[in-house]
């Protein structure tokens, strides 16, 4: 059965901290990990990774996939208190268009 | 912009009603989905259809129905509610086959009594 584990489970830091988020997974097939950002309401994409070592960015954002160690990390530099939600993870395997998610972090950022 | 729209955003029942959880994509995707989120337990899936006419069970398909309307459409049914099935629902498109991200709806709050 595929896993995936998020940690911590949430974190509180202040307006300006760099934080990292960890995602580790078990998956037969691995074919791609994705990571969401749950505000309210609706999960949103933030980034797929797909092969080892690369890096993906989108502005403060970055995201990073390791799969000989089966883990992810993302990192959000610079935080904001928009950053404030549910970070999710999630991971596709090949042959299969469902995703395993884990139970993702809640990220509190304080002014 | 609508993306993904579900109906409605919340509804109380009781325990035996039945209720039908309605989601529209206007991205002209493939594949749509249903999960719940339940606390501590993230979202899991119910159901999926790869395209028009297919459905399939995901990892909680106990006590749910579904309907693939038309492409656009993908419909959830509870025929008996139970308090257990008390969760937020969330439907999600993709245009389908591997490395697609998903795009969510909003939700739907449903309570059971």
């Known amino acids: 059965e595929d896993k995936v584990v998020q940690s911590p489970l949430s974190l509180v830091v202040h307006e300006g901290d760099t934080v990292t988020l960890n995602c580790s997974y078990e998956v037969t097939n691995f074919r791609s990990l994705l990571w969401y950002k749950q505000e309210k309401k609706a999960p949103t994409f933030l980034f797929m990774l797909t092969s080892s070592g690369i890096e993906k960015k989108s502005g403060r954002l970055s995201s990073i996939l390791d799969k000989k160690e089966l883990f992810s990390i993302l990192n959000i530099t610079a935080t904001q208190t928009g950053d404030s939600a549910i970070y999710l993870c999630?991971?596709?395997?090949?042959?299969?268009?469902?995703?395993?998610f884990g139970t993702g972090t809640r990220l509190t950022i304080i002014p | 912009n609508a993306g993904v729209t579900q109906t409605p955003k919340f509804q109380v029942l009781k325990t035996g009603q039945s209720m039908t959880l309605q989601c529209a994509q206007d991205?002209?995707?493939?594949?749509m989905y249903w999960y719940r989120q339940d606390p501590g337990m993230g979202l899991r899936l119910i159901y999926y259809?790869?395209?028009?006419?297919?459905?399939d069970k995901g990892e909680v398909p106990n006590g749910y129905n579904v309907s693939r309307l038309n492409k656009r459409e993908f419909s959830l049914r509870l025929e008996s509610a139970a308090p257990s099935q008390t969760s937020v629902y969330f439907c999600?498109?993709?245009?389908?086959?591997?490395?697609?991200?998903?795009?969510f709806g909003d939700g739907t709050r449903l309570s059971i009594l």
């Open positions: 999630a991971v596709e395997a090949r042959g299969n268009e469902k995703l395993t």
């Open positions: 999600a498109s993709s245009e389908g086959g591997e490395g697609q991200p998903q795009h």
């Open positions: 259809s790869a395209s028009e006419g297919t459905t």
């Open positions: 991205m002209n995707h493939n594949s």
